[in-house]
């Protein structure tokens, strides 16, 4: 197999993924998966394609992962692991990822802060006198 390479996005980060055949090793930025992200709820966002699939033990991926927050980041990274399992084998994969909504990208984003405001939205308390 070759390598296959896929992006993902979620708010302001970025996710480069590369996926290759072997023993289900999961490398970022140059760290394991349990180094950079500790917590047990992002590794479990980040592995959710990959356990819905059954492929847990079966890709090496190594990740550039850019931007955001760590909740943003692994959201990206789930969106890329998906899209690259679409491309390895989209016939078995795609119809389980899609409807699990892992293919789908979240466009929210931060709304800009207006000038004359403290916030997006907000604005400054108001004075009758």
Same mark, same amino acid.
């Given at each position: 197999m070759?390598?296959v390479n896929a992006?993902g ?6 996710a ?16 394991e998966?349990a180094?950079?992200?500790?917590d ?6 980040v592995?959710?394609p990959?356990n819905?699939?059954?492929?847990? $033990?079966?890709?090496d991926?190594?990740v550039?992962?850019?931007g955001g927050g760590?909740? /943003? +980041?692994?959201e990206a990274? !789930?969106l ?5 399992l679409c491309?390895i ?5 795609r ?5 699990e $909504?892992f293919?789908?990208r979240?466009?929210?984003e ?5 000038? /004359? +405001?403290?916030g997006?939205? !907000?604005?400054?308390q108001?004075?009758?006198?």
């Amino acid at each position: 197999m070759e390598k296959v390479n896929a992006l993902g996005r979620r708010k302001s980060a970025v996710a480069r993924v590369y996926v290759d055949s072997g023993k289900g090793n999961i490398t970022i930025n140059g760290k394991e998966l349990a180094v950079y992200f500790p917590d047990d709820s992002l590794k479990y966002i980040v592995m959710q394609p990959l356990n819905a699939t059954n492929t847990a $033990g079966n890709f090496d991926i190594k990740v550039n992962l850019d931007g955001g927050g760590i909740k /943003g +980041q692994a959201e990206a990274l !789930r969106l890329a692991i998906s899209r690259a399992l679409c491309k390895i084998d989209a016939e078995a994969y795609r119809s389980i990822l899609k409807k699990e $909504g892992f293919l789908s990208r979240d466009a929210r984003e931060v709304e800009r802060k207006k000038p /004359g +405001q403290p916030g997006a939205r !907000r604005r400054f308390q108001f004075s009758k006198r």
